[in-house]
């Protein structure tokens, strides 16, 4: 079975700019989550959407954002870059049964 | 709050070496406590879930085990492939997000 696939591999953005970045879940799960993981930092959760909702929400501002496609794939929206922004961002599915289960990220690199 | 911690940071083990990774968490309700492998530049690799204290699971060189505060994982004769950053997440009741630690850097010498 497919795994979970997100793209694109890198992304170099500019300050201010704006970044877009996806996720295909594995299939028959209805949930993604998105999770930034910063240089010598944990995973941090950012985003739950699940049946095309956004479920839950960490401490992240409004610039990042994101949707739920009615094939359950998702993408991560993030507005006005900043440096700091500058992370490996790793997208999960699952479906009730849980566990999650991630694919090998998108690394996001701010100049 | 909820919180997670892992230690120890950094671990150097000869092949062969036996030694545990530990998990501690302070959480308001446990749903499941999960335990992932992350090579470098790669997602996280699920290992195992553990949901109740007293609960083991096993998978080759690994066993993980669950107490009501902490998680162990055993790496039993580990191997240079054991080698990778082992991270704890744990599923807090009604939420649906995981909490993770920072996880443990383990590497194994031939």
């Known amino acids: 079975e497919a795994g979970v696939t997100q793209s694109p591999t890198h992304l170099i953005k500019t300050r201010g700019q704006q970044a877009t970045l996806r996720c295909s879940p594995i299939?028959?799960?209805?949930?993604v989550y998105w999770y930034q993981q910063a240089l010598g930092l944990g995973l941090q959760f950012l985003l739950w959407y699940d049946e095309g909702e956004e479920r839950n929400r960490g401490i992240f501002p409004p610039r990042f954002s994101g949707r739920q496609f009615p094939n359950y794939s998702s993408e991560l929206n993030v507005n006005a870059l900043e440096l700091e922004d500058s992370a490996l961002y790793l997208c999960?599915?699952?479906?009730?049964?849980?566990?999650?289960?991630f694919g090998d990220g998108t690394r996001l690199s701010i100049l | 709050e909820d919180q997670v911690t892992q230690s120890p940071e950094a671990l150097r083990l000869q092949e062969g070496e036996s030694s545990s990774l530990n998990c501690s968490y302070t959480?308001?309700?446990?749903?499941?406590l999960f335990w992932y492998r992350q090579d470098p530049g790669k997602g996280p690799e699920f290992l195992f879930t553990?949901?109740?204290a007293g609960e083991e699971k096993e998978k080759e060189r690994l066993k993980a085990t669950l107490t009501k505060k902490e998680s162990f994982l055993h790496i039993t004769a580990p191997k240079p492939e054991d080698s990778a950053t082992y991270l704890c997440?744990?599923?807090?009741?009604?939420?649906?997000?995981?909490?993770f630690g920072t996880g443990t850097r383990l590497k194994v010498l031939a």
């Open positions: 999960a599915s699952s479906n009730a049964q849980r566990p999650q289960h």
């Open positions: 553990l949901y109740s």
């Open positions: 959480v308001s309700g446990l749903r499941g």
């Open positions: 997440a744990v599923d807090t009741s009604g939420t649906y997000k995981y909490i």
């Open positions: 299939s028959g799960h209805t949930s």
